[in-house]
C-alpha cells in the first residue's frame, strides 16, 4: 500500500477563504476559537494540497469542489463533487505545522505529528502499558523524551487508524519501534498491536472492535518532531510531496 505525506505551515495557508467548499465555510464560521480556526484551516488546506495531485486536480479554483468532512466518528472523510472519494485520508498538527496522509482505496490508516518535550511521570503511568514503560525506563536520558513520543505517536496514529481516537484506552495499544535509534536517517519501521479493547489488567473494555490487531508503519524524527504512520494492509514507506513539484500554476496560492 502506499502513502502520500505532506506538510504545510500556517505561513503557506492563503489569508481568503475561496478555496473552501460552502459547507465548510459554514463550519469554520461557526468557530469561536482563533486557534482552532487557524488548526483547521491548516489542516484542510494540507489535506487540499495533497489530494489535489492524488484526484488530478491541481488547479487552485478545483480546491471548491474537494470537501473534508468529519465522520459521526470524527475522522475525515473526502468527497468531490458532494460525492465520496475512493481514498483514505488521515490529518495531524502541532505547533503551526499540518501533515496528511493520503492512500488510495479505503484501508485502515492512521498518521500523527509530536513535539518532542518533557513528559512527567504520571503521564508515563497514566498512559502507557507495562511494556512501553519498560521500554521507557531502560533508553538512556538523553532519548527519553524522544522515545516517549515516539511511543504516544504510534499510539494516536493506530488509534486514528481505529477511527476511535482518544475515546478508546491508549493503554489498550502496544507500541513497537523496530529501530528505536534516532540517528538514523529517513523512515523506520514500526508496528503497533491493539489489544482487543484490553485494559491493563487484561479485562475487555466493550469497545465495538473484537481481537487483537497488529498496524505495520513508519516513524521519522526530524527538526524536533517525531512523525508516525501506520495502516492495514502494510503501508509502503512514505512518499513525501513537495508542493513546487505538482503545482504547474504560478497564479496558484501554493506555488
Not at 3 to 9: I, K, P
Not at 156 to 183: H, M, N, Q, W, Y
Not at 193 to 205: E, H, K
Amino acid at each position: 500500500m502506499n502513502v502520500y505525506w505532506l506538510e504545510q505551515t500556517e505561513a503557506d495557508v492563503p489569508a481568503n477563504n475561496d478555496w473552501l467548499s460552502a459547507r465548510e465555510a459554514v463550519c469554520l464560521n461557526a468557530m469561536r476559537f482563533a486557534k482552532r480556526r487557524a488548526d483547521w484551516r491548516l489542516g484542510r488546506w494540507t489535506a487540499k494540497c495533497a489530494l489535489s495531485v492524488i484526484l488530478d486536480m491541481p488547479a487552485y479554483p478545483l480546491f471548491r469542489k474537494i470537501e473534508i468532512r468529519a465522520a459521526p466518528s470524527g475522522a475525515p472523510e473526502v468527497l468531490v463533487d458532494s460525492q465520496p472519494a475512493a481514498v483514505t485520508i488521515s490529518l495531524s498538527h502541532r505547533a503551526g505545522i499540518a501533515a496528511c496522509a493520503v492512500a488510495i482505496s479505503s484501508v485502515k490508516m492512521g498518521c500523527d505529528l509530536e513535539m518532542i518535550e518533557p513528559r512527567s511521570d504520571a503521564f508515563v503511568a497514566d498512559y502507557f502499558t507495562l511494556e512501553e514503560q519498560a521500554l521507557f525506563a531502560h533508553a538512556s536520558a538523553p532519548e527519553r523524551d524522544r522515545l516517549l513520543a515516539l511511543l504516544w505517536s504510534g499510539k494516536e496514529s493506530a488509534l486514528k487508524a481505529l477511527r476511535e481516537g482518544l475515546r478508546l484506552d491508549t493503554r489498550s495499544v502496544i507500541v513497537i519501534p523496530c529501530a528505536a535509534s534516532f540517528e538514523l536517517n529517513g523512515w523506520s519501521e514500526l508496528r503497533v498491536r491493539y489489544t482487543g479493547g484490553r485494559d491493563a489488567g487484561g479485562r475487555y473494555s466493550g469497545d465495538r472492535h473484537s481481537g487483537d490487531q497488529v498496524f505495520h508503519g513508519w516513524w521519522q524524527h526530524a527538526d524536533g518532531i517525531v512523525r508516525t504512520v501506520v495502516g492495514a494492509p502494510p503501508p509502503h514507506s512514505p512518499l513525501r510531496f513537495r508542493i513546487p513539484d505538482y503545482v504547474p500554476y504560478a497564479a496558484s496560492p501554493c506555488a
